[in-house]
Each structure stands twice: as C-alpha cells, then as structure tokens.
C-alpha cells in the first residue's frame, strides 16, 4: 500500500441512490466528500449503443463490472448446503442502480412505519406472524415527509397528490398520507391497457390513479421529458428523461465543487481504531493499486448484500466479528420482497406494450397495508398492485400460460396471434422479517478477488405465502372481469427469491444496539462516525417500492449529519 | 408536443444533440457483415473485429453444428407465418455465443446434440426425419432422452428465443423475422400517445440498436 492519501470530511462508499443523495447534502453543506464507486461514469453516449434486450434483461452489462461477479450464494436453511444465486439485476456505477431501475417512486404510508403497533392493537398480539421480527421503525412518515418533498422537487418525479395537507385529492392515491404539495410533474400520460384495466377496477370498488414515477413527464430543468420509447427498467435512460441520481442530485452536488467523484474504485475494506472510531476506509484504485483514504466519517451506500459484507469483512482487534457488529446484528432481519404476477390474452386486441416505461403504470392500493379487513386470513399486512408498461421481445416469447405450445410450428402461430395481446397485473407484497432468514459470509465461496462472498440463509414465511395466494386470486378475478383469457402466473404464488433488487434488512435501523446496528440518523451504535445508508437500514419493506425512501432516509440522515458533523466526525 | 406526432423528426432533433450518430455507420458483428455459415472458421475470425483480433477457435464442429441447425429448426421452423431459427441466423447467434459470453454453457449443449445425435441412430439427428426429431426433443423436454445433460433442452430453447427474438446484431432475427412475428416495431425511440392506444396500428422500424452505434454485449 502506497501512503495515506490527504484526509477528507467523508469518505461515500458506493454513489448510487442513498449515496448520490447524501453526496449532495453532505457537499452543499461545505463538507469536503470523496465518493468511491466501484463501477464506472456512464452517461447517455453509453446507454445508447445497449438499447438491447440481451445486452441488459439477459446479461446485465452494467452489473459486470461487479454485482454479477459477487452474486451471493443461497440455502434455505442452515441445514442445506448453499449454491450459486442467479437473477437479480443490480448494477455499478456513479448513480448506482437508479440508473437501470424501474422507475416506480413511492412514498411510504405513515402505517408502514408502525407495522408492529398497529397490527398488534388491531388483531392482537398473535397477528404477528411466528418468529416475524417485525417491528415499528425508529422514525415516522412526519419525519421524512419533508425529505419526500425535497427528493421529488430535486430528481423530478411525476405523479398525482391524493392527499395534500389531508385534503383527499381527485385522481391520486385515496390512501396516501398526507403531503405538503403536488408532485412538481404530472403524471405520465395515461395508455390504452391502463385505461381497459381502470374500468373493471373502478366497478369492482378498485381505486386506480397512475404510478408516480422518477420519469419526467415534461421536460424539467434541462432535462427532456419522456419519449415512452420502451427501453427503461434494466436500461440506462439514452434521453436523461429517468431521474437516476446521475443526472441529479450527483450532478447538483458536483456543481458545488466539494465532491470527487473517484470511478473504478472499489472499497476494501473500512479502518477503524482501538476505539471503535472508523478512520477511512482502504480500496483498490483504478489501476488496481491498494489506496488509504483517511476520513473524519464513512459513509457506506452500496446495497444490502455489499453493506453487509464490508461490514463483516473490516474485522479489528476491537470489532473481532466485524464492523460495528460487537453484539452480533449484522446480517439479521433480511428481507427479500415478495411478489406475484398473472397475465392474461386480451384476444383481438392490440394492446401495443412494448413501449412506455414501468413506471408509467395504474396502481391500486386497496389491497396494501391494512386497508382492508385480515380477520381470518391469516395473514397480516398485503401490496400495491399495477399494471404497467415496458414489455420486452425475448421476455415476451418466455412467458406462456400453461395452454401454450412452447415450440414448433404451433407456438410461432401462438405467438403471433397473442403476443401483442398480453396485459397482466403485478402484486408487490410487503414481506415480514424472520429470525430464520439472514445474511453472513460464505465460508466456502468466494468472489473473483478471493473475497468471501455473502451468503443468504432465507426462505419465503408462512404469512407472505398466504399474502401471495389471496393477492394472486384477487388479480385473477379483475384481469377476468377485464375480458382476459388464459390467465397465467408470471411469478407464481408461494414462490420467494431469495436475492432480490428489493432487499432489506442485515444493518437494521433502531433505538436498541443490542438489537439493531444504526440508529434513526444511520449512524452505527457501536461506531458513531460510520454511518450505514440504503434499503440495508429498512426494519420492513412496506408494498412499495423502496428507492424513494432509501433516498428521502439517506436525506433527513446526512442533514443530521451535515449539522453535527464536529460532534460526530473524528 | 408537435414532435410526439412526427416521431422521425423528434429522434433526428435528439440525435446529434446526443451524438447518438456518431457511431451510426459503423454497425460491428457478423450480422452487419452479412454473414452465412458457408464456414464457421472464416466466421469465428470476424465475429468480433475490433473487440478481439485474435481468430476464436470455432465452438461446434461441423457434424454439431449440423445437429444444432436441425434442433433449432425444429424448435421455430420455416412455415407459412415466416423464416424458423434457422433461416433467420440463429444458428449464427448459437457460434457467437458460445464462443463468448456463453463458452461456460457450451459442454452442456455439446453434451446434448450428442445426445440426439446418439438417440436418433446411426445417421445423426439430422437425418432423420422431422416426426422422429420432435420426438426426440419431446423426449428431451421431459428429461428423458438419454444421455441429455440436465438443464439441456432448456438452454437450447432458451437460446434459440434470445436469437430469434433479441436484437439482430447479435446474429439472429435476420431481416427482423423474429420482431415482425409478435409485432414488435423494433428499435423505436418515440412512442405517440395515439401508438400507445389500444388497437392502433403501430408500423414496423425495423431498427437495430446498431444503427445507433450498438455493439453486442
């Protein structure tokens, strides 16, 4: 290792949507940050020539330069060996994975913070499912409305408010919580299978408004507004239309002057003293050189698995089982989000999906959170449903009912009388924690550069099984109202991934260090300059999506950090 | 909105503001260069210029290739709906796969046509006749034909999708026959409001990322 580089305020480990976001509070605050990224700077002149299927639904190309090559392994149990892990599509580089991702950008329900409480008071304490680790955050949806806020206004995210200042309002979510404003954009426009899906929503006493969605609607700033060209989740946005953190707040943050981008450099390892204080953190540069970066405080951004992982990794004589982990929480309350889908023929019509992005889509909330009755059920808690757009060539020749050829002559003729025809709902559920899914470090398997890789102990719970079949029955009974046939299962119920792009947990967020490992601030209990940012602080998944929250969270933590930073920095 | 009506006129705006054409003429793979299967050592040499001068040893033999092209016309033939697997380049896909990206995967399809090979007697499974090589893949996808590596037919079938139904440059879909068959436009970087509409005609493009300087990945 070469000498110590100068020492800097903070060191941001991974630029994508919680480090992006803290890059520019924490630069705008006058603090001086060096943003490590693991992958490269990409920018439209990239997203452009991989306008492809292959190159992004099959082969996640932006995921080689890392993700894909430390793919965790996985095991049901801890009696079962673990294997290989295969599918989800995260990826590296400045921006992170908000640059290939689906866009969706929701807020939180002010009951998703209070999962626990509020189950508890309305079913009783058996509600909670056996050997859940469900709990209520350490903050609320009042905390971090104003991040929310800030977050939508700074990315450009285009919606309908359905509730501004508790006023309900026509067109948006009827179930949302309350909001200081409208979105700064209007939603993406509607389209022909969103409205088909509307009309049997709304006379089976549905709610349906459109998705707010990270894509801008009009144009924004300099930004162009959305082509509905069909190449969005999984691809780089070719028209700066998607509003990753690349070509917002990293690129604000830049302007400031305080923020080096470093490309290519892949963090190590975290230092830290006799004192259980980090110092900086050690990586490999972009010549492949070991590098010291010194820091007052470290900031760790990746994702669920390398937050875990690098925590683990950076043992010291005073953090022997790793980082910040002197009371065993890392790699606890994992949570993969569930989901299931069906899809329907809608025969003789055109529905012409291949265009549009994810996140112009019609949701419904009526079947998420408790906003209808569980009595009986057996199980708690449910998902945001949608319809959405985006649909893709080769996935379109995969995904067959059960009454379909699957080759020769007659699946070609299937294929061509049908393919145009598909229109599907999709069912996002929120997920309990268990005692028995976790993460740590595989003993036996390692990565390209001989890293131990992480290791994913997890198994789909009783309750989300449940949630999965009710939701699955549900979406069955609107797509056949809808006047779809051949309905199919795209994920079917029961069915759980045990790696996902909606992961949660493993440096859970609480009040308790002996059962959590940062606080509400991110900041770890037993290391207080390291702070951990992203869904890895997440206690629940809620139904939704979890970019904005991770972003709205990573927001309201680097403020607090930014205003105290003398007391917390060393 | 004047361009979301002229989506031509609104790419070609965005185009050189994005310098998305700077590339637009230099289409790479053995897709742009036309190529046949006439040999597969001539086409091992050029399927990746610019990338990797180096000649790549050709993955498949000859007698395999053979067997590949009768499995993956079976799989999409030639019919009255438009050119099968075969006809549109897939076999051209499979080389260039499996000698890249998808050389870890190659023993295993190897190991299958050897397998169809074996079970279709002494002429090959080429030669048989198309009832007897359903068959034989019938018996394939059900995990029952001997000697078939697991995972096999799926990875063949698998494959054979990517190549009919993924971007052309890539080998496959020549002429856009895989695109045209599920009314996929093609590369279109402008959806109007009216296209998106249920029942509205949407034309073909026709497009290859290609065109806007795509490589394959």
Redesign the interface.
């Known amino acids: 290792m070469t000498n110590p580089l100068p020492k800097t305020d903070v060191v941001i480990v991974g630029l994508g949507a919680a480090g992006g976001i803290a890059s520019y509070v924490l630069a705008r605050a006058g603090l001086n940050v060096v943003g490590l990224e693991a992958g490269p700077r990409l920018s439209?002149?990239d997203f452009?020539?991989?306008?492809?299927?292959?190159?992004n639904g099959?082969?996640n190309?932006m995921g080689e330069f890392k993700f894909n090559k430390e793919m965790p392994t996985v095991r049901p149990d801890t009696k079962t060996a673990a294997v290989p892990g295969s599918g989800t599509r995260m990826m590296n580089a400045v921006g992170g994975t908000s640059i290939h991702y689906g866009t969706q950008s929701w807020r939180f329900r002010a009951d998703d913070f209070k999962v626990h409480s509020e189950t508890v008071a309305k079913y009783g304490a058996g509600a909670i499912p056996p050997g859940a680790t469900t709990t209520d955050w350490p903050l609320g949806y009042d905390d971090l409305e104003p991040y929310y806020d800030q977050v939508e206004y700074l990315i450009g995210v285009s919606g309908k408010a359905g509730n501004i200042a508790g006023v309900t309002q026509d067109g948006g979510n009827p179930f949302e919580s309350a909001r200081a404003r409208e979105y700064p954009l209007p939603p993406l426009?509607?389209?022909?299978?969103g409205?088909?899906i509307s009309e049997p929503l709304t006379s089976l006493g549905y709610h349906p408004f459109p998705q707010p969605s990270a894509v801008l609607s009009e144009q924004y700033g300099d930004r162009?507004a959305c082509?509905?060209?069909?190449f969005c989740g999984n691809y780089g946005c070719?028209?700066d239309s998607k509003s990753s953190t690349l070509v917002s707040a990293i690129a604000e943050a830049e302007k400031t002057g305080k923020l080096e981008i470093r490309p290519n450099s892949r963090v190590m390892t975290i230092l830290s003293n006799d004192k259980g204080q980090v110092t900086g953190v050690s990586y490999l540069d972009e010549s492949g050189e070991l590098q010291e970066q010194p820091a007052g405080l470290v900031i760790v951004s990746t994702y669920v698995y390398e937050n875990v992982r690098l925590l683990l990794l950076s043992t010291s004589p005073y953090f022997k089982q790793g980082l910040a982990n002197n009371n065993g929480q890392l790699g606890k309350h994992y949570i993969s989000h569930a989901y299931v889908g069906v899809n329907a023929v809608f025969s003789g019509?055109?529905?012409?999906m291949?265009?549009?992005t994810n996140g112009q889509a019609i949701a419904f909330d009526d079947l998420n959170g408790d906003h209808f009755d569980h009595t009986g059920l057996g199980f708690i808690r449910g998902a945001v449903v949608f319809a959405s757009?985006g649909q893709q060539?080769?996935g379109?020749?995969?995904s067959l009912p059960a009454t379909a050829p699957?080759?020769?002559?007659a699946?070609?003729?299937w294929?061509?009388q049908n393919?145009?025809s598909i229109g599907g709902l999709f069912a996002q559920v929120e997920s309990q924690p268990l005692e028995t899914n976790f993460l740590d470090l595989d003993p036996d398997s390692t990565d390209a550069l001989g890293v131990p890789r992480i290791r994913v102990t997890y198994s789909l719970g009783e309750n989300d099984i449940k949630a999965t079949q009710y939701l699955d029955a549900k979406m069955r009974e609107i797509l056949a109202a809808a006047g779809g046939t051949d309905l199919w299962n795209t994920l079917p119920p029961g069915v759980g991934l045990p790696i996902n792009s909606h992961a949660y947990g493993g440096t859970r967020m609480g009040d308790d260090p002996v059962t959590s490992v940062v606080n509400k601030y991110g900041l770890a209990h037993e290391a207080p300059n390291l702070a951990v940012l992203g869904g890895s602080v997440f206690p629940g998944s809620s139904g939704y999506n979890p970019t904005e929250t991770i972003e709205a969270h990573a927001w309201y933590a680097a403020e607090y950090i930014a205003k105290n930073f003398q007391s917390i920095a060393v | 909105m004047d361009d979301m009506k002229r989506p031509d006129k609104a790419v070609l705006r965005i185009l050189p503001r994005r310098e998305f054409i700077r590339n637009s003429m230099v289409v790479s793979g053995a897709a742009a260069a036309g190529l046949s299967l006439a040999s597969t050592a001539a086409f091992a040499q050029v399927a990746t210029p610019g990338v990797d001068a180096t000649p790549v040893a050709p993955p498949l033999t000859e007698d395999e290739l053979t067997t590949l092209r009768a499995a993956i016309d079976r799989l999409i033939p030639t019919d009255e709906l438009g050119p099968g697997a075969v006809d549109s380049g897939v076999d051209l896909f499979f080389v260039t796969l499996l000698a890249g990206y998808g050389a870890p995967t190659l023993p295993l399809i190897q190991g299958g046509l050897a397998a169809l090979d074996a079970a279709a007697g002494t002429d090959g499974f080429a030669a048989t006749t198309a009832e007897t090589q359903d068959q034989l893949l019938t018996n394939a996808e059900a995990g029952t034909l001997e000697n078939a590596p697991a995972g096999f037919f799926g990875l063949l079938l698998e494959y054979t999708r990517q190549g009919m139904f993924g971007d052309p440059m890539y080998g496959g879909n020549k002429n856009f026959a895989g695109w045209d068959l599920i009314h996929y436009p093609g590369v279109k970087l402008v959806w109007s409001a009216e296209e998106q509409a249920v029942d509205s005609e949407v034309a073909p493009e026709h497009k290859s990322v290609a065109e806007y300087g795509g490589v394959p990945s």
């Open positions: 439209t002149k452009v020539p991989h306008l492809d299927e292959i190159a099959v082969r190309w426009r509607s389209f022909g299978y409205e088909l162009p082509t509905y060209c069909g070719w028209n019509k055109a529905l012409n291949y265009s549009g757009n060539p080769i379109t020749s995969r699957r080759w020769g002559s699946y070609k003729q294929l061509h393919a145009n």
